[in-house]
Nanobody, 123 residues
Framework: QVQLVESGGGLVQAGGSLRLSCAAS???????MGWFRQAPGKEREFVAG????????RYADSVKGRFTISRVNAANTVYLQMVSLEPEDTAVYYC?????????????????WGKGTLVTVSS
């Protein structure tokens, strides 16, 4: 019921910054939203999550302190601000929506997915 489109990916040098955007086709007010990433040969992993109001945030340990997830429900948009990027951050980043706030943010629990945007961090 909700189409998600990511944007903002690209090539950046280590230490640089990027802001990813996830634009939804309809209201996301009743969805928790998350960002996941998948590197070649690896499983899709959780990056950051945010509840309906934006009052509860969750981050993977690998990105904590460097990435910030936010949302503007009126604009049907979720953001992922990434700073101090490292080569290991290279992956396709996916936006996801889930009707119920998850406790573990497993990829298998998401209801809707975007097609992803590629982030490449060079050393």
């Amino acid at each position: 019921q909700v189409q998600l489109v990511e944007s903002g990916g690209g090539l950046v040098q280590a230490g640089g910054s990027l802001r990813l955007s996830c634009a939804a086709s309809s209201s996301i007010s009743y969805y928790a939203m998350g960002w996941f990433r998948q590197a070649p040969g690896k499983e899709r992993e959780f990056v950051a999550g945010i509840n309906w109001s934006g009052g509860r945030l969750r981050y993977a340990d690998s990105v904590k302190g460097r990435f910030t997830i936010s949302r503007v429900n009126a604009a049907n948009t979720v953001y992922l601000q990434m700073v101090s990027l490292e080569p290991e951050d290279t992956a396709v980043y996916y936006c996801a929506a889930v009707r119920s706030l998850p406790s573990n943010w497993s990829p298998t629990g998401m209801d809707y997915w975007g097609k992803g945007t590629l982030v490449t961090v060079s050393s």
